[in-house]
């Protein structure tokens, strides 16, 4: 084997083979343990029960203590801990991820996903107070669980950033949103580098319209119609003609976290049905 200069002798061997000893399928993040913040959400929790139905120890992280419970209870049978605390705050992501590693004793995929809309409205007329909390969720919350995260993983170690198909792209009347999502690639491809002589992966996803509350409410109120008519305006714009489900970003998330995507790191994964070509 060459020796790579940086390269930690262990970073370059693999762990968590997707497949045993006699060649038969085991699960894809068996004996792997995953922190997911914005977890009790739509895209969270699907990607939470879709690490946990592979195998993984799974710990969500949100706001609220009751939200939590209830999202962990919607997966019976898939053990999933979980753990309240607010990304914007450095010693609460600080203690979310030292729970994690305490409960499983390893922390191997993080996923930063807690985000924020904030409003439509045009640059000149964008309320300073709301640009300044979406940054503080996406792009603060996105360096913290990266900062956090990164500091106790290992070689094998997976971080997945959410940005947005309007992390690549943009519209009109989203600027505090886009300019989230394409602050958290800086914060990725800069990360990647970093963690890679590790043996440690970085990438973003970016999710295209995705059949939830969250993007319910920014169409209706950048279309200005009823939910469906304002459903049906945006699918017109995406070439595969609908939204997605959560659970197929969880499918990506999931590739992105596990072993099958092994050499890919600084990635930017569109998911978006094709909004973006
Ligand atoms: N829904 C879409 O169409 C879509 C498309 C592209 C990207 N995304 C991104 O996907 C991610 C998840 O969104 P979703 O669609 O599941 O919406 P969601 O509202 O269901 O989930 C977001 C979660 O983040 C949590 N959260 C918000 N602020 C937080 C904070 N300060 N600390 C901890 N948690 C916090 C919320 O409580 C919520 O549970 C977001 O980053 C969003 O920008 C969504």
């Not at 946990?52 to 203590?65: F, K, R, T, W, Y």
């Not at 004793?105 to 979406?134: C, H, K, M, W």
Request: aromatic share 4%; proline share 3%; charged share 20%.
């Amino acid at each position: 084997m060459i020796s790579l200069p940086g390269v930690e002798e262990d970073a370059r061997h693999d762990d968590h083979s997707p497949s045993d000893e006699e060649g038969g399928a085991i699960a894809r993040l068996a004996g792997k343990a995953a922190l997911i913040t914005g977890g009790a959400g739509s895209i969270g929790l699907a990607t939470a029960r879709a690490f946990a139905a592979e195998g993984a120890q799974v710990m969500i992280v949100d706001l609220e203590e009751a939200a939590l419970e209830r999202a962990a209870r919607t997966a019976p049978g898939e053990s999933i801990a979980w753990h309240a605390a607010d990304v914007t705050s450095s010693e609460a992501v600080k203690a979310a991820v030292a729970a994690a590693v305490e409960r499983f004793g390893r922390l191997d995929v993080a996923f930063a996903n807690a985000g924020v809309a904030g409003v439509i409205a045009t640059v000149s007329e964008y309320p300073v107070d709301v640009f300044e909390q979406v940054m503080a969720v996406n792009v603060i919350g996105s360096f913290l669980v990266a900062k956090h995260a990164l500091a106790v993983m290992n070689a094998g170690g997976s971080l997945i950033i959410n940005s947005s198909v309007v992390g690549l792209t943009s519209d009109r009347g989203i600027c505090a949103y886009a300019t989230s999502k394409h602050a958290v690639v800086g914060l990725m491809r800069t990360a990647a580098k970093e963690v890679a002589p590790r043996g440690i992966r970085v990438n973003t996803i970016h999710p295209g319209p995705t059949d939830n509350e969250f993007q319910h409410r920014i169409e209706v109120e950048a279309v200005g119609a009823s939910e469906e008519e304002s459903a049906r305006a945006f699918e017109q714009m995406i070439p595969l003609a609908r939204h997605a489900k959560p659970e197929e970003i969880a499918q990506a998330v999931l590739f992105l976290a596990g072993d099958e995507s092994a050499f890919m790191t600084g990635h930017t994964l569109t998911v978006d049905g094709g909004l973006s070509i």
